[in-house]
């Protein structure tokens, strides 16, 4: 999987306009929150397309329901799966600008564009929801171990975190067949090929000439798109009402930034679950609201616009 940093951001900002959003269903706001890591989660997996209707139906059947008979884990696994909505959301508008520079520099442009990505996330949304202090982008953000003790402690880090993601695994241990259960595993675990140095050595450097090519071409990121805006006073605790996170919905459109339009349809898509969840809709419907089957590279990049000439 492909930038990390920015799926789960589009994951806790999706679900930080759902708290305000009249058509979001309370139940859902509910288990956002309070399964925060397992929807971060599911904003990390791959394949929704093909489960995410009929664990969805599947939960409104549970919830009909006593709730002495009810699956006792029906909502982490609804934050799994709205998680997994956003990671779609994410793909759609993400995948054409990262993949759009291996045409002319190969794999290494791919590799390139989804850390600068990155990167900028990691101190936009979790530096603070600030930005960077000086101009429009981070000029440094992450710095490599300076003594061999913090290496020492990113690496125990590094195994912390390998242990959580073993630890939410989808795989019961089989005891009698661990040898089938490790297979199991290990042929679906997704890796992650960027190298932490690498991060940290893009950050530091934080080429203008790369930042202009693989984010500022591509607008990916605008913090005057009002969606964004609404997101980051939600995270800063500033008044953010209904009526504000509806009329920026409304305002997002194909000339919106990449990320600002990701939001959108993440939360477009939490709001079909909801009419699925209510059975206000059929399951192909929801198929098309969500659009399974569309390709991830539909809504295309095709290079820097043109400026528009005076006249």
């Not at 990155?118 to 300076?146: M, Q, R, S």
Request: hydrophobic residues 40%; contains cysteine; aromatic residues 10%.
């Amino acid at each position: 999987m492909s930038e990390n940093i920015t799926h789960v951001a589009v994951c806790d900002d999706v679900t930080r306009l759902a708290s305000r959003h009249p058509e979001v269903h309370p139940y859902f706001d509910k288990v956002l929150h309070a399964y925060q890591d397992v929807a971060r989660f599911g904003a990390g997996t791959q394949s929704a397309d093909r489960w995410t209707v009929d664990l969805i139906a599947w939960a409104r059947g549970e919830m009909v329901k006593p709730a002495a008979d009810r699956d006792a884990r029906v909502g982490q696994k609804l934050a799994f799966v709205l998680g997994a909505l956003t990671h779609r959301a994410a793909d759609r508008l993400m995948k054409p600008i990262i993949y759009y520079p291996e045409k002319t520099e190969g794999h290494e442009g791919f590799v390139e564009a989804t850390i600068h990505c990155d990167i900028f996330i990691f101190k936009e949304v979790y530096g603070g929801g600030e930005g960077p202090h000086a101009g429009p982008y981070p000029k440094a953000i992450l710095t490599g171990p300076a003594t061999e003790a913090q290496r020492q402690l990113e690496e125990y880090f590094r195994v912390l975190w390998r242990r959580a993601i073993v630890a939410m695994h989808t795989f019961s241990p089989d005891r009698s067949d661990m040898q089938g259960w490790l297979d199991k595993l290990l042929n679906t675990l997704q890796q992650f090929p960027m190298e932490m140095e690498r991060y940290a050595r893009i950050a530091a450097e934080w080429d203008p000439a790369k930042v202009k090519r693989y984010l500022e071409d591509t607008h990916f990121y605008a913090r005057d798109d009002a969606l964004i805006r609404c997101a980051r006073n939600i995270q800063h605790e500033r008044p953010v009402s209904a009526h504000d996170v509806m009329a920026a919905l409304a305002a997002t459109t194909d000339e919106s930034s990449r990320y600002a339009r990701a939001l959108a349809k993440g939360l477009g898509y939490v709001i079909a679950a909801r009419r699925l969840f209510e059975g206000a809709i059929s399951a192909d419907e929801a198929k098309t609201r969500f659009d399974v089957g569309v390709p991830e590279l539909s809504l295309a990049y095709t290079g820097p616009r043109e400026p528009v000439a005076a006249g």
